[in-house]
């Protein structure tokens, strides 16, 4: 597909989910997709070639957490947990504008190397960082934690073990967003006792159907209302055997691939439930370089 086709198509369906993002930002995000297919060869990074096909399961998709919820604010840090090939941080931090800084992180070293070299091509580097290192240690950084208005968590680990890695980053009043698959009610009660335990609330649950027969997904958001105690997350590895509230055991490791289940239409289903010591920024502004249609 030519770039001009690609960045087309990408605009018209963000637009079809109220979402609208910059000229530049779209055609960073076809130059990340070049690189994302060139790295194939050397590593792992997604069993995805078509364009079509990768506009709407990886591009499209990570950018749906700003068509839900709340509007972004217009500033913050933002935390990607397990983030591979970049998804959804890379989408997310070229939609949100310059105003955004983040932290990309990525157990695997292949992976972690792809995206150093990916951010310094987009000329992200002076404003997000690469590290190739678990959740559970850099939950205790304290560069990081209690510093993010948002963390992102795709196909990483089952809720309950993505809350025990992401709210340690938050700080107070900032977002958890874990992309699942249609059967994540199976993981809620779970999440919701290890949400408790960390100093947030399991706020609501977004479905959406993404366009093309590429299936139903569900966008969980979880927000951070008191700082999280010292002793999570616990060390590496703990979380995924021994998840907080009882829920499914996980491999614990970064990057898997997003599940791909049936479905057709575009479209959002309806949402779910009602709904660090330092303060995350206010869920009240748009977001610079991108927005959310009214509801």
Known sequence: MDPASWRERLAAYCGAFGVRVSGAALEAMRIHWELVRRARGRVNLTAITEDDEALVRHYLDSLMALAVGEAWPEEGV??????????????????????????????????????????????????????????????????????????????????????????????????????????VEEERTAAEQAARVLGGRLAALHGFRLPGGAGERVIVEVVKERPTPEAYPRRPGVPARRPLGGGPAAGGRFGMTASRPGGEGLGRAGGGAAGGGVRAPGWAGRAAGAGRGTR
């Open 78 to 183: 933002l935390v990607d947990l397990g983030s591979g090939a970049g998804f959804p941080g890379i989408p997310l931090l070229l939609a949100l504008g310059p105003r955004w800084r983040g932290l990309l992180l990525e157990a695997q070293r292949k992976k972690a190397r792809f995206l150093a070299e990916a951010v310094a091509t987009l000329g992200l580097a002076e404003r997000v960082t690469v590290q190739a290192r678990r959740a559970e240690e850099a939950g205790h950084d304290r560069q990081w934690r209690g510093r993010a208005a948002a963390v992102v968590a795709r196909a990483v680990a089952p809720l309950a073990v993505v809350v025990e890695y992401g709210l340690p980053f938050l700080g107070v009043g900032g977002r958890l967003w874990a992309y699942k698959g249609p059967r």
